[in-house]
């Protein structure tokens, strides 16, 4: 009996410490999920989901607090891969968040910039150069269309330009098969 | 005799050679506008050095090569540059790009051109001189030759490409029966600088003529190393790792490159233009362009770059039920939307298509997976899976399939019972797949971007609060100061209020001594 005891005590304290010595050096930082729906997600960072960035969103997602349709620059692309990821269920964009549109960057004019720098302090990945009483500019590789430095501009000078199709940008079409229009009776009458 | 290798799979469209090999390269007569684009390397636009208004010689460079993958442009004639501006290319999208707009003066006045003695040059020299000629590959890869010359490894083969397996064109066979002299001597150049121990010219046994020339002037030059092999006429066997399989018998492997293998390859055309760069230094301005197809007159054309094709095409006298312009052959050319384009380093053939030579295909039917395409596949890939990959847009599968070591060769298509387009759906594939990654690289930029935005913000936060620490304390230890001040200042009040009390005293001491 004690014997039993015993034997089942110091396999519960074997098997102890090796799980805790696992939990300790095999500790995995931070919520891998939330990693891997950060990946899918856009990070325009503009916020359209109603989270404060691409990363809270992910976080909220997670959670499961939020929707998946909620991110338009992600498109219905991004929702596809999001619910492959989570096994949930396909949705429609909605459409509180807004539409998918084409990738545009803002542009500043740059005759009628005051330099108030509150364009500067919105922008979320740091695009926008300038000084307070000195003309801004916008970094356009690195502008992700968010749309946020819109609002706060005090003389309208902001817009938002789509980009337009380059050589180096221009995709092959998805080959599809002509229809050829038939000559039918009714279509000589016409 | 070399030993020569097969290479798995491939085709045998008809040729149609002789069509347009039977006369000598014929000088196109100058246009009248040339538009000279900045972007004719696979790897990029060189920088503009001009402006509008300006004027240039023949062979002066007026785009710089960028970088170390950059390529240069030159003015292919004398002139006046009229316009720098945008123009469409000779590209599938039509896409416009910037463009020198030369009108050429008509007395093709060369700029000034020095010689290099190749063989007695440091190699660096000579690989500066081969990327300022703007010299790139004119198989139609239009890689800068220059990157290629640079080995990481040592290059034990050089492969000098003069297969042109592609049907109807014949601008590389003209060219080796005319110019075999140049070309053997681009090829001892770039072999030098590679430090190639021998010299392999592949020729297909259609070429006997342009095999016979190479071999003539080989001979006059006694290159023990050189050899010239006639390949069995096989498409693609101008393929470049189809090429090198011939030849040496080397499998290059998925996802590798040939001079791992301690080979390289130069097409002909790319030899000759190195050999006029170095022993004449001229640039890259002209290029043998065939007209072959549905013309009274096809043959080849040595054309100025930036020539108009609306100005060449005339030349080769298109039969009048000509309804398009395929740029390149037909197995792997594409279909101009427009004419005007200008003709660049990419351009061999303009074939001429009718509706009597080239018959529309039939409707495409649904895939049987025969398997005929695999066997034809001299990648060896898969490309019924690779279709159905492609079109049901699951891009990964496809890349696992190894949809990026397909060279769009078109055998496959070729073969294909059911005349499905096989290799649209992969070119369609690799745009979609290259445009993710671009927009994956954007928004891992932006993450980190905004990451460490937060991160500034955290420590511009954390910071101020510091500051407001120090400065409290710095106001609190102000007025303890203060107050310690006060407090002695009370402290030497006393002591004054003391001495008057003394002094009052003394004075008080004195009145009553007086009195008293």
């Known amino acids: ?190 | 005799m070399l030993e020569l290798f097969r290479f798995p799979g491939g085709v045998k469209p008809a040729s149609h050679k002789q069509e347009s090999s039977g006369t000598p390269i014929a000088v196109a007569p100058l246009a009248e506008r040339l538009v000279v684009p900045f972007r004719q390397s696979a790897t990029g636009a060189a920088v503009i050095q001009v402006r509008a208004g300006e004027k240039v010689l023949k062979g002066q460079l007026i785009g710089s090569a960028e970088g170390a993958f950059g390529s240069s442009v030159h003015a292919p004639t004398s002139g006046t540059v009229i316009a720098v501006e945008a123009r469409p290319l000779p590209h599938p999208s039509s896409l416009a790009a910037p463009c020198a707009v030369i009108e050429p003066d008509g007395a093709e006045t060369w700029c000034e051109r020095t010689p290099l003695d190749p063989f007695n040059t440091d190699p660096e020299i000579v690989r500066a001189r081969i990327r300022d000629a703007g010299i790139v590959g004119l198989g139609g890869a239009v890689f800068p030759s220059h990157v290629k010359t640079r080995a990481p490894n040592r290059i034990d083969t050089l492969v000098i490409n003069g297969a042109e397996c592609e049907p109807w064109i014949t601008c590389d066979d003209r060219l080796m029966r005319e110019r075999a002299a140049d070309i053997v001597a681009g090829a001892e150049i770039i072999g030098r600088l590679m430090g190639a121990k021998r010299i392999l010219f592949g020729v297909e046994d259609n070429k006997p003529e342009a095999a016979r020339s190479l071999q003539d002037a080989l001979g006059k030059i006694e290159c023990g190393s050189c050899q010239v092999a006639s390949v069995p006429t096989l498409y693609p066997a101008g393929g470049e790792k189809q090429l090198i399989r011939v030849l040496t018998g080397v499998e290059v492997p998925y996802g590798k490159l040939s001079p791992e293998y301690g080979i390289q390859c130069f097409n002909v055309g790319t030899a000759y233009a190195v050999a006029r760069a170095v022993q004449h230094g001229e640039p890259l301005i002209a290029r043998i362009v065939t007209l072959a197809g549905n013309y009274g007159q096809p043959g080849n054309f040595e054309v100025a770059i930036g020539t108009p094709m609306d100005a060449l095409l005339p030349l080769g006298q298109p039969q009048d039920d000509t309804d398009r312009i395929v740029m390149g052959g037909p197995m792997m050319g594409f279909t101009l939307a427009d004419t005007s384009v200008p003709i660049v380093k990419a351009t061999n053939c303009l074939l001429a298509m009718s509706q009597k030579l080239f018959p529309p295909p039939l409707p495409e039917m649904p895939c049987i997976r025969c398997g005929a395409c695999t066997r034809a596949c001299p990648m060896i890939l898969q490309p019924h899976e690779l279709y159905w990959y492609a079109k049901s847009k699951n891009f990964g599968k496809a890349q696992e399939y190894h949809l990026f070591d397909c060279i769009e060769c078109g055998c496959c298509a070729f073969v294909c019972p059911s005349r499905i387009p096989l290799v649209d759906y992969y070119r369609f594939a690799k745009s979609e797949i290259r445009a993710r990654e671009r927009e994956k690289v954007a928004a891992d930029t932006a993450r980190e971007r905004y990451e460490f935005r937060q991160f500034r913000e955290e420590r511009e936060k954390a910071e101020k609060a510091a500051k407001l620490a120090a400065k409290a304390a710095e106001t609190k230890a102000k007025l303890a100061q203060e107050e310690a001040a006060q407090a002695q200042k009370v402290g030497a009040d006393k002591t004054a209020a003391e001495l008057i009390a003394a002094a009052q005293a003394r004075v008080q001491a004195q009145k009553e001594k007086d009195s008293a």
């Open chain 1, 1 to 190: 009996m004690l014997s039993a005891i015993l034997v089942m005590a110091l396999g519960a304290i074997v098997l102890g410490a090796a799980l805790g010595f696992a939990a300790v050096r095999f500790k995995v930082e931070g919520d891998p999920l939330v990693e891997k729906i950060d990946a899918i997600l856009p990070q325009t960072q503009c916020g359209q989901c109603g989270y404060p960035g691409c990363k809270p969103y992910a976080e909220a997602i997670a959670k499961g607090e939020a929707e998946i349709n909620c991110c338009p620059p992600g498109g219905e692309e991004g929702i596809r891969k999001l619910a492959d990821l989570l096994g949930r269920e396909f949705k429609e964009l909605s459409g509180e968040h807004g539409v998918e549109k084409p990738k545009s960057v803002a542009l500043i004019d740059e005759q009628t910039c005051i330099g108030c720098t509150l364009c500067i302090q919105a922008c979320p990945v740091d695009a926008i150069v300038g000084a307070a009483k000195q003309m801004h500019t916008i970094i356009a590789a690195q502008c992700t269309g968010c749309e946020l430095c819109l609002p706060p501009c005090p003389v309208n000078c902001i817009s938002m330009q789509v980009l337009p199709e380059t050589i180096d940008t221009w995709k092959w079409k998805y080959p599809v098969i002509g229809i050829q229009p038939v000559a039918t009776k009714d279509a000589q009458h016409a």
